[in-house]
Each structure stands twice: as structure tokens, then as C-alpha cells.
Nanobody, 123 residues
Framework: VQLQASGGGLVQAGGSLRLSCAAS????????VGWFRQAPGKEREFVAT????????YYADSVKGRFTISKDNAKNTAYLQMNSLKPEDTAVYYC?????????????????WGQGTQVTVSS
């Protein structure tokens, strides 16, 4: 499976954005999807993950209560709704897939990385 993130842009602090993660192939429902981000000069970090069915989610503490991950298996697409954005959320956002059960937060568990989408939050 190959995934591609889109929907980034420039937004003021306190604003919202919704990112999309489109998957190729017909087995999207068999994979958990994760969102990661990489800020300039920093390592890529875990943001959120969602189960194959979409019924289970897990978030990094830094985004909990502000971001919502969802998954539409019929559309082969996952989403990341980002509210109450802060300047520290500025980063390139990526999505990827995994077959690992549980709540994998490590980058090496995931594959199918596409090009990320830039999110810039101005103060």
C-alpha cells in the first residue's frame, strides 16, 4: 500500500486544517494508519494512529484534545482534523500504514510513506 498526504497550508494560530491521506490499492481496510510530523531541524515524531476499522485511536500528548484522526475505508482515505493550531504544530505531516497490532508509535513500524504536506501556523 502507498499513502499520500495532502491538505496542508498556512493558517493563523487558533485556526483549523483537515489533512487527507489517500491510499492506493484495495486493501486499505487491512491496515492501521498513522500520522507523523517533522519540524525543521527535528526528528520525525508520532502524532496519531487509528485502527484498521477506525474504531480505535491513540494520540501524542501534544495534540490530544485538539487533533482527531479518522478513517473511511470505503474511500481509501484517512484524515487528520487539526483544531486550535499552535505555531509549534508547524511541520511537514506524513501518513503511513502498518500491520502491527496495538498502538504502534514508532516510525519503523510503518511503511508506504509518501511525500508529506506542509502545515505552517503563524502566531
Amino acid at each position: 500500500v502507498q499513502l499520500q498526504a495532502s491538505g496542508g497550508g498556512l493558517v493563523q494560530a487558533g485556526g483549523s486544517l483537515r489533512l487527507s491521506c489517500a491510499a492506493s490499492g484495495r486493501t486499505f481496510r487491512n491496515y492501521r494508519v498513522g500520522w507523523f510530523r517533522q519540524a525543521p531541524g527535528k526528528e520525525r515524531e508520532f502524532v496519531a494512529t487509528i485502527s484498521r476499522s477506525g474504531g480505535g485511536t491513540y494520540y501524542a500528548d501534544s495534540v490530544k484534545g485538539r487533533f482527531t484522526i479518522s478513517k473511511d475505508n470505503a474511500k481509501n482515505t484517512a484524515y487528520l482534523q487539526m483544531n486550535s493550531l499552535k505555531p509549534e504544530d508547524t511541520a511537514v505531516y506524513y501518513c503511513a500504514a502498518t500491520s502491527v497490532v496495538g498502538t504502534p508509535t514508532q516510525e519503523y513500524h510503518y511503511y508506504g510513506w509518501g511525500q508529506g504536506t506542509q502545515v505552517t501556523v503563524s502566531s
